[in-house]
């Protein structure tokens, strides 16, 4: 999976890349457990503290803000001290922030402790792509990130699992310390495993590029446009699934157990799925535009019979089309973010990774927040349905439009 070590200091870095591989992939997992919690708790917390529909909107919307506030700064600070430090500041100080929701009593404190938790959860994705692309060629990029989304699913899979159970056992509170807890110890283990690793030193400082480059370039509008069309959907089924399978089908919290991490699981398959068969068309020899473009327009069709989940009447058919969705959503990431590494210039992966994460926070806060307000005004849940359906399908023709060509990065940079 790995290119060829072109120098000392690259061999020894690559010595473990199946450990750091699956240290990212667990970091993955902490990050999406420790924002889902609030989604699995929302029943209880509305019976405990008194939440309105409108309440959770405003907590979830806010998360999406903050995290979409702080991606500029933690693209580039990424991109400056590299992966090797990178993945252990992310980690720990999510893990702090979602520590922090243990004393929270008012929607005030809640507010703070999501804003926190979601400044700090947005190094998580430039981090992961910035490790990825020193670890691995295009090909092998390919499959890491299908694993890396697939982990990130199973951190979705695992949540509702455990959660509502450990929630009975030993309390909302505790399950949030807890939570924060495996963060910290997960980022002690960094520092004693990966921490020992020889870093590319190229790497561990980029060369320094302008912010003006970066936005200038339409590569960079290109990702953050797919984002912003295709993750809303994603933050929107997300949040909201839980309350979707409670409000519908009646399900108390243990009930949501099952159903949930079923929708996760098609969602982590897909990730796999996506990974796999990408890096099995690129090492048959076909083209990356063919494979990256198609790939993005199938999963977007894919996602497209999403709003159906409201026709039916029962739990798994329920089931059954959201995680097609979600599949499809995971299958569409991988290649959007294996079409990062295969044309951004590695000092550029940070930001650019962290300006798409921005777009599609920015775009998932607003359909979050439309959500809780069409709601409470007793709308239904189909107009958000309607619009992650149909701004889903307009993201690989947005990527066509501004990258006609797909161009490797030393291509682009000769000719910029």
């Known amino acids: 999976m790995t290119g060829a070590p072109t120098g000392k200091a690259d061999g020894l870095f690559l010595a473990r890349p199946k450990l750091l591989l699956f240290l990212v992939m667990t970091a993955g997992i902490l990050n999406y457990a420790d924002r889902q919690i609030i989604a699995i708790l929302k029943p209880v917390l509305e019976q405990d503290l008194g939440w309105s529909d409108s309440d959770y909107g405003n907590l979830v919307a806010t998360f999406q803000f903050a995290a979409a506030v702080a991606f500029p700064f933690v693209g580039w600070l990424v991109d400056r001290i590299g992966p090797k430090w990178a993945n252990p500041i992310a980690v720990a100080s999510w893990s702090l922030a979602a520590l922090g929701h243990a004393f929270?009593?008012?929607?005030?404190?809640?507010m703070v402790a999501r804003i926190a938790l979601g400044a700090t959860e947005a190094m998580g994705t430039p981090t992961a792509i910035k490790t990825f692309a020193v670890l691995f060629d295009a090909r092998g990029r390919s499959m890491a990130l299908g694993i890396m989304n697939g982990a990130a699913s199973l951190g979705a899979i695992v949540t509702p699992l455990i959660v509502p159970f450990l929630a009975l056992a030993v309390g909302w509170r505790a399950t949030f310390l807890l939570a924060g807890g495996c963060g910290l110890a997960w980022a002690l283990a960094w520092l004693l495993l990966a921490g020992r690793q020889t870093w590319e030193p190229n790497d561990v400082k980029a060369p320094s590029v302008p912010w003006r480059m970066v936005l200038a370039d339409r590569r960079t509008w290109a990702v953050?446009?797919?984002k912003a069309l295709s993750d809303q959907a994603w933050w929107f089924l997300l949040f909201w699934t839980p309350d979707l399978f409670h409000r519908t089908f009646h399900l108390d919290l243990g009930g949501l157990a099952l159903p949930v991490a079923t929708v996760y699981l098609m969602a982590a398959a897909g990730s796999f799925l996506g990974g796999f068969v990408s890096a099995s068309l690129l090492?048959?020899?076909v083209p990356v535009e063919t494979v990256r473009k198609r790939s993005l327009l199938i999963a977007a069709i894919l996602v497209g019979p999403v709003p159906l989940v409201l026709s039916v009447d029962q739990i798994w058919p329920a089931v059954a089309l959201l995680g097609l969705a979600l599949a499809a959503h995971q299958a569409f990431s991988v290649n959007l973010f294996a079409l990062i590494t295969d044309i951004v210039p590695s000092a550029r992966v940070g930001r650019v990774t962290a300006i798409g994460a921005l777009c599609g926070n920015l775009s998932g806060m607003l359909m979050l927040q439309a959500t809780g307000w069409i709601l409470a005004g007793g709308g239904g849940?189909?107009?958000?349905?309607?619009?992650?359906?149909?701004a889903y399908l307009l993201a690989p023709l947005w990527v066509h439009c501004l990258l006609p060509v797909l161009r490797p990065p030393?291509?682009?940079?000769?000719?910029?």
């Open 104 to 110: 929270a009593f008012t929607m005030s404190q809640f």
């Open 224 to 226: 953050g446009g797919a």
């Open 283 to 285: 090492r048959a020899g």
């Open 381 to 390: 849940y189909l107009p958000s349905f309607l619009v992650a359906a149909g």
């Open 410 to 416: 030393a291509f682009a940079e000769a000719s910029a």
